[in-house]
Protein backbone atom coordinates (compact mmCIF):
# COMPACT_ATOMS: atom_id res chain seq x y z
CA UNK A 1 0.00 0.00 0.00
CA UNK A 2 1.35 3.50 -0.79
CA UNK A 3 2.39 5.15 2.14
CA UNK A 4 2.26 8.57 0.98
CA UNK A 5 -0.88 9.43 -1.25
CA UNK A 6 -0.04 12.14 -3.46
CA UNK A 7 -2.83 14.39 -6.06
CA UNK A 8 -3.19 15.19 -8.88
CA UNK A 9 -1.45 13.04 -11.07
CA UNK A 10 -1.23 15.65 -13.44
CA UNK A 11 -2.06 19.51 -13.93
CA UNK A 12 -2.23 22.11 -16.31
CA UNK A 13 -1.60 25.36 -15.34
CA UNK A 14 -1.74 28.77 -17.53
CA UNK A 15 1.25 30.79 -16.75
CA UNK A 16 1.36 32.89 -13.59
CA UNK A 17 -1.07 31.04 -11.81
CA UNK A 18 -0.97 28.99 -8.70
CA UNK A 19 -0.32 25.21 -8.64
CA UNK A 20 -1.29 23.41 -5.74
CA UNK A 21 -0.57 19.40 -5.19
CA UNK A 22 -1.31 17.79 -1.95
CA UNK A 23 -0.53 14.86 -0.02
CA UNK A 24 -1.24 12.92 2.50
CA UNK A 25 0.44 10.28 4.81
CA UNK A 26 -0.53 7.81 7.29
CA UNK A 27 2.74 6.90 9.40
CA UNK A 28 3.13 9.11 12.36
CA UNK A 29 7.05 8.25 12.84
CA UNK A 30 7.79 10.17 9.41
CA UNK A 31 9.77 13.85 10.46
CA UNK A 32 10.67 15.46 7.68
CA UNK A 33 8.80 16.09 4.83
CA UNK A 34 10.36 17.32 1.13
CA UNK A 35 9.43 17.99 -2.03
CA UNK A 36 11.37 17.13 -5.25
CA UNK A 37 11.66 18.55 -9.01
CA UNK A 38 12.28 16.54 -11.54
CA UNK A 39 12.94 16.67 -15.42
CA UNK A 40 13.07 14.57 -18.06
CA UNK A 41 15.47 11.89 -18.53
CA UNK A 42 17.27 13.23 -15.02
CA UNK A 43 17.06 12.00 -11.17
CA UNK A 44 14.59 14.17 -8.82
CA UNK A 45 16.20 16.99 -6.93
CA UNK A 46 15.33 18.82 -3.90
CA UNK A 47 13.08 21.85 -4.27
CA UNK A 48 11.91 22.62 -0.74
CA UNK A 49 11.46 20.65 2.56
CA UNK A 50 9.38 21.12 5.75
CA UNK A 51 9.76 19.60 9.60
CA UNK A 52 6.70 19.05 11.20
CA UNK A 53 6.78 21.56 13.98
CA UNK A 54 6.24 24.00 11.24
CA UNK A 55 3.09 24.89 9.55
CA UNK A 56 4.45 26.67 6.34
CA UNK A 57 7.75 27.28 4.96
CA UNK A 58 8.18 29.86 1.56
CA UNK A 59 11.31 29.68 -0.24
CA UNK A 60 10.37 32.51 -3.52
CA UNK A 61 7.61 31.21 -5.14
CA UNK A 62 7.31 28.16 -3.39
CA UNK A 63 5.36 26.80 -0.22
CA UNK A 64 4.78 24.42 1.90
CA UNK A 65 1.80 23.96 3.91
CA UNK A 66 1.83 21.35 6.63
CA UNK A 67 -1.07 20.71 9.23
CA UNK A 68 -0.07 17.55 10.95
CA UNK A 69 -3.19 16.70 12.57
CA UNK A 70 -4.46 16.04 8.80
CA UNK A 71 -1.43 14.34 8.17
CA UNK A 72 -1.37 16.24 4.91
CA UNK A 73 1.04 18.75 3.16
CA UNK A 74 1.07 20.29 0.16
CA UNK A 75 2.92 22.59 -2.27
CA UNK A 76 1.83 26.01 -3.70
CA UNK A 77 3.75 27.18 -6.58
CA UNK A 78 3.26 30.83 -7.14
CA UNK A 79 3.16 32.51 -10.30
CA UNK A 80 3.47 29.17 -11.99
CA UNK A 81 5.70 29.39 -15.20
CA UNK A 82 6.67 27.10 -18.00
CA UNK A 83 9.73 26.53 -16.80
CA UNK A 84 8.37 24.72 -13.64
CA UNK A 85 6.58 22.77 -15.90
CA UNK A 86 8.10 19.16 -14.82
CA UNK A 87 7.13 16.13 -11.88
CA UNK A 88 6.88 16.87 -8.64
CA UNK A 89 7.17 14.30 -5.93
CA UNK A 90 6.35 14.46 -2.12
CA UNK A 91 8.13 12.60 0.03
CA UNK A 92 8.26 11.52 4.17
CA UNK A 93 11.43 10.54 5.46
CA UNK A 94 11.80 8.58 8.82
CA UNK A 95 14.83 10.26 10.23
CA UNK A 96 15.31 7.75 13.23
CA UNK A 97 15.51 4.80 10.54
CA UNK A 98 16.35 6.61 7.39
CA UNK A 99 13.78 5.38 5.52
CA UNK A 100 12.18 7.81 2.75
CA UNK A 101 8.99 7.02 0.83
CA UNK A 102 7.66 9.28 -2.22
CA UNK A 103 4.22 9.87 -3.60
CA UNK A 104 2.84 9.12 -6.73
CA UNK A 105 3.77 12.07 -8.75
CA UNK A 106 2.35 14.85 -10.35
CA UNK A 107 3.23 15.82 -13.72
CA UNK A 108 3.09 19.67 -14.16
CA UNK A 109 2.39 21.82 -17.61
CA UNK A 110 2.54 25.51 -17.37
CA UNK A 111 0.78 26.68 -20.72
CA UNK A 112 2.96 30.19 -21.95
CA UNK B 1 26.05 17.37 -8.19
CA UNK B 2 26.55 15.02 -5.69
CA UNK B 3 29.09 12.16 -6.71
CA UNK B 4 26.68 9.29 -7.82
CA UNK B 5 27.38 7.00 -10.58
CA UNK B 6 24.72 4.65 -11.94
CA UNK B 7 25.95 1.39 -13.84
CA UNK B 8 24.90 0.18 -16.57
CA UNK B 9 22.87 3.44 -17.89
CA UNK B 10 21.10 1.25 -20.21
CA UNK B 11 20.45 -2.72 -19.83
CA UNK B 12 18.28 -5.23 -22.06
CA UNK B 13 17.99 -8.60 -20.76
CA UNK B 14 16.07 -11.70 -21.19
CA UNK B 15 13.30 -13.06 -18.54
CA UNK B 16 15.12 -15.67 -16.20
CA UNK B 17 18.76 -13.65 -16.19
CA UNK B 18 20.41 -12.49 -13.46
CA UNK B 19 21.49 -8.79 -13.06
CA UNK B 20 23.10 -6.44 -11.08
CA UNK B 21 23.09 -3.04 -11.13
CA UNK B 22 25.91 -1.11 -9.49
CA UNK B 23 25.16 2.61 -7.48
CA UNK B 24 28.41 4.48 -6.39
CA UNK B 25 29.18 7.24 -4.45
CA UNK B 26 32.26 9.21 -3.42
CA UNK B 27 30.53 11.63 -1.02
CA UNK B 28 30.71 9.05 2.05
CA UNK B 29 27.42 9.24 2.67
CA UNK B 30 25.60 6.88 5.47
CA UNK B 31 22.22 6.52 3.83
CA UNK B 32 21.52 4.61 -0.24
CA UNK B 33 18.53 4.07 -1.54
CA UNK B 34 17.69 2.03 -4.87
CA UNK B 35 14.06 3.03 -6.10
CA UNK B 36 12.33 2.01 -9.20
CA UNK B 37 10.24 4.78 -11.19
CA UNK B 38 6.94 3.50 -13.27
CA UNK B 39 4.36 5.88 -14.76
CA UNK B 40 1.61 6.59 -12.33
CA UNK B 41 3.26 4.70 -9.24
CA UNK B 42 5.94 7.49 -8.73
CA UNK B 43 9.30 6.57 -7.03
CA UNK B 44 8.94 3.01 -4.95
CA UNK B 45 11.73 2.44 -2.40
CA UNK B 46 12.86 -1.35 -3.09
CA UNK B 47 15.51 -1.62 -0.52
CA UNK B 48 18.06 0.81 1.61
CA UNK B 49 21.12 0.42 3.56
CA UNK B 50 21.91 2.89 6.63
CA UNK B 51 25.67 1.24 6.70
CA UNK B 52 27.67 -1.02 5.67
CA UNK B 53 25.90 -4.41 5.76
CA UNK B 54 23.16 -2.89 7.32
CA UNK B 55 19.97 -3.21 5.26
CA UNK B 56 16.01 -3.06 5.04
CA UNK B 57 13.88 -3.73 2.56
CA UNK B 58 11.03 -0.84 0.90
CA UNK B 59 7.92 -1.04 -0.17
CA UNK B 60 8.58 -3.38 -3.36
CA UNK B 61 11.21 -5.50 -2.45
CA UNK B 62 9.99 -8.71 -3.31
CA UNK B 63 12.53 -10.38 -6.47
CA UNK B 64 15.12 -8.17 -5.43
CA UNK B 65 18.45 -8.24 -3.23
CA UNK B 66 21.05 -5.59 -2.12
CA UNK B 67 24.18 -5.92 -0.62
CA UNK B 68 26.68 -2.91 0.99
CA UNK B 69 30.02 -4.19 1.50
CA UNK B 70 31.78 -0.86 1.36
CA UNK B 71 30.56 2.74 1.95
CA UNK B 72 30.62 3.92 -1.60
CA UNK B 73 29.25 0.69 -3.05
CA UNK B 74 25.41 -0.37 -3.17
CA UNK B 75 24.47 -3.43 -5.43
CA UNK B 76 21.01 -4.16 -6.45
CA UNK B 77 20.50 -8.11 -8.01
CA UNK B 78 17.26 -9.13 -9.52
CA UNK B 79 18.16 -12.97 -8.81
CA UNK B 80 15.81 -13.63 -12.30
CA UNK B 81 14.14 -10.98 -14.08
CA UNK B 82 10.40 -10.57 -14.96
CA UNK B 83 9.13 -8.44 -17.93
CA UNK B 84 7.16 -6.77 -14.63
CA UNK B 85 10.91 -5.37 -13.38
CA UNK B 86 11.07 -3.60 -16.25
CA UNK B 87 11.93 0.25 -14.92
CA UNK B 88 13.80 2.83 -14.47
CA UNK B 89 16.00 2.44 -11.46
CA UNK B 90 17.48 5.51 -9.57
CA UNK B 91 19.77 5.07 -6.63
CA UNK B 92 19.92 7.89 -3.59
CA UNK B 93 22.22 8.84 -0.74
CA UNK B 94 21.92 10.92 2.05
CA UNK B 95 23.40 12.07 5.00
CA UNK B 96 21.39 12.14 8.20
CA UNK B 97 21.52 15.57 9.82
CA UNK B 98 22.41 17.19 7.06
CA UNK B 99 19.74 19.46 5.13
CA UNK B 100 15.94 18.47 5.40
CA UNK B 101 16.48 14.49 4.64
CA UNK B 102 17.82 15.42 1.50
CA UNK B 103 18.77 12.87 -0.98
CA UNK B 104 20.72 13.51 -3.95
CA UNK B 105 19.76 11.29 -6.95
CA UNK B 106 21.66 9.06 -9.53
CA UNK B 107 20.89 9.63 -13.56
CA UNK B 108 19.06 6.20 -13.43
CA UNK B 109 19.50 2.95 -14.87
CA UNK B 110 16.75 2.13 -18.25
CA UNK B 111 16.23 -1.62 -17.68
CA UNK B 112 14.13 -3.82 -20.07
CA UNK B 113 13.69 -7.50 -19.42
CA UNK B 114 12.11 -9.30 -22.90
Known amino acids: QQQVKQSPQSLIVQKGGISIINCAYENTAFDYFPWYQQFPGKGPALLIAIRPDVSEKKEGRFTISFNKSAKQFSLHIMDSQPGDSATYFC???????????FGQGTELSVKP | DAGITQSPRHKVTETGTPVTLRCHQTENHRYMYWYRQDPGHGLRLIHYSYGVKDTDKGEVSDGYSVSRSKTEDFLLTLESATSSQTSVYFC?????????????FGQGTRLTVV
Open chain 2, 92 to 104: AISEPGQGFGEAF
Open chain 1, 91 to 101: AALENQGGKLI
